[in-house]
């Protein structure tokens, strides 16, 4: 069976430190990968998709970054945190293909507070 | 691109009502629409899908309908209980890698 990972569960930064978050998928190949962002409210607001190693698209144009080093490995990073970057952070994960395969598997999250 | 509108925002019920969240959608070649449920301080986990082949689907207390021709779909919940308490989300999707989801409905359901 297929499993996601997200690390760390939680974590308090400074304003203007770096960011690393992490997910992992296990149990599968070629997965498309997304990193969503859940600021205070419901919305999902979507960061970056990948459709492979080292292929990252970006829907909003901010400080984060996104990398894919290998095809289960998804990273979101940033080299100074805002304020604004506070929220709880998912990763999801969907079978390769286009339309057909679009059920999402997301991640148990990361609560990030920049304080 | 694909706009979806949920409500409403928030939906309070009295245990074993029932409950009603609708969505709208703007692309017509979209052709996936799934509903995820979101507890507190969890990711959203898929609770019930249907595909545009489909007008209706039901999965015990959960079903979903979908009317192609006005661009709406549904989910009904009968029977409600405390422990369906969460944030709904609906999503559509066609023919590119990124559902859009709707911005949420927090349901609240009174003991």
């Known amino acids: 069976s297929q499993t996601i990972h997200q690390w760390p569960a939680t974590l308090v930064q400074p304003v203007g430190s770096p960011l690393s978050l992490e997910c992992t998928v296990e149990?599968?190949?070629?997965?498309?990968l997304y990193w969503y962002r859940q600021a205070a409210g419901r919305g999902l607001q979507l960061l970056f998709y990948?459709?492979?190693?080292?292929?990252i698209s970006s829907e909003v144009p901010q400080n984060l970054s996104a990398s894919r080093p290998q095809d289960r490995q998804f990273i979101l990073s940033s080299k100074k945190l805002l304020l604004s970057d506070s929220g709880f952070y998912l990763c999801?994960?969907?079978?390769?293909?286009?339309?057909?395969?679009?059920?999402?598997?997301f991640g148990p999250g990361t609560r990030l507070t920049v304080l | 691109g694909e706009n979806v509108e949920q409500h409403p925002s928030t939906l309070s019920v009295q245990e074993g009502d029932s409950a009603v969240i609708k969505c709208t959608y703007s692309d017509s070649a979209s052709n996936y629409f799934p509903w995820y449920k979101q507890e507190l301080g969890k990711g959203p986990q898929l609770i019930i899908d249907i595909r545009s082949n489909v007008g209706e689907k039901k999965d015990q207390r959960i079903a979903v309908t979908l009317n192609k021709t006005a661009k709406h779909f549904s989910l009904h919940i009968t029977e409600t209980q405390p422990e369906d308490s969460a944030v709904y989300f609906c999503a559509a999707s066609g023919g590119s890698y990124i559902p859009t989801f709707g911005r949420g409905t927090s349901l609240i359901v009174h003991p």
């Open positions: 149990g599968t190949s070629n997965p498309n």
């Open positions: 990948s459709v492979g190693i080292g292929q």
């Open positions: 999801a994960w969907t079978r390769p293909g286009g339309a057909a395969y679009n059920e999402q598997f």
